[in-house]
């Protein structure tokens, strides 16, 4: 049983780094101005790194209360929200310029007033 979890996890810790790990990193480097992005990028690594802590400190506490079938559902409820923020929230970025990309987030608004 030991020897199973220990494979679990790390097939699981494996997956992640393929998958969805490297996506806030990705995604910080190309959204954030020049001119903020020391700060916005140390905001989203002080945020990863908290959440990630949370998730490792209350896993165990959340399998005891609400199972190991419930602490899955939790996590994939989260997992399904992420998947509709991303395809709904998310603009694509391929090909374009960091210039283009600040122009994206200003949105219509600005290139008014511009």
Not at 20 to 42: D, H, K, N, T, Y
Not at 86 to 99: D, R, S, V, Y
Request: with cysteine; glycine share 8%; aromatic share 14%.
């Amino acid at each position: 049983m030991k020897a199973r979890l220990i494979n679990e996890s790390k097939l699981s810790v494996s997956g992640f780094a393929i998958g969805c790990g490297p996506i806030p990193w990705l995604v910080m480097s190309e959204i954030f101005p020049v001119r903020v992005r020391g700060i916005a990028s140390g905001v989203c690594v002080l945020t990863n790194w908290s959440t990630a802590f949370l998730v490792t400190k209350e896993f165990n506490d959340l399998l005891e209360n609400i199972t190991q079938y419930g602490t899955f559902w939790l996590f994939s409820s989260f997992c399904f929200m992420n998947f509709l923020f991303t395809i709904f929230f998310m603009p694509e970025t391929k090909g374009k310029t960091l210039e283009q990309i600040e122009a994206l987030f200003r949105g219509p608004a600005h290139e008014l007033a511009d």
